[in-house]
């Protein structure tokens, strides 16, 4: 394999813009604390609040960034691509197999207070990437014992 120059300079194919929104989940020690962290940072207040949950929406920098309360086991819970249609995660779920990892199937669920449908994949360095549309909201976290979700039966 020849030497890299550094960056990578080619444009973002057309059939790539799929990914439309990147997806960071953070487990947090205190969520107060670190919503006020947040909101100052990105220079608006979460888009959905929860007492254990709080989610921004995005534009600029064009992200969904979620935060829960887990004050025992803080830092990155996963990172995603969160498709804007069904025919968008068809092809991001076509990326997921050419990554030649191990998928695993949830299909659909309801966690982080949506209903969505979801497919998983974990990255040589064992970081968890998750491939997700999102069609409705839910009143609860997540339904009990979810991939997603391990925790849903504590928080309903």
Known sequence: MAPSSGCNKNKTPEK????????????VKNLEESTAFYTALFGTGPTVLKPDYAKWMLEDPRVNFAISHHPENAGIEHLGIQAESEEELGEVYG???KAKGAIREEGKCTCCYAKSEKSWITDPQGVDWEAFYTFGESTVYGEPATKCCPEAADAI
Do not use: G, T, W, Y
């Not at 790539?16 to 487990?27: E, I, L, W």
């Open 16 to 27: 790539d813009k799929a990914m439309k929104r990147f997806h960071v989940n953070v487990r």
């Open 95 to 97: 990326r997921l197999k």
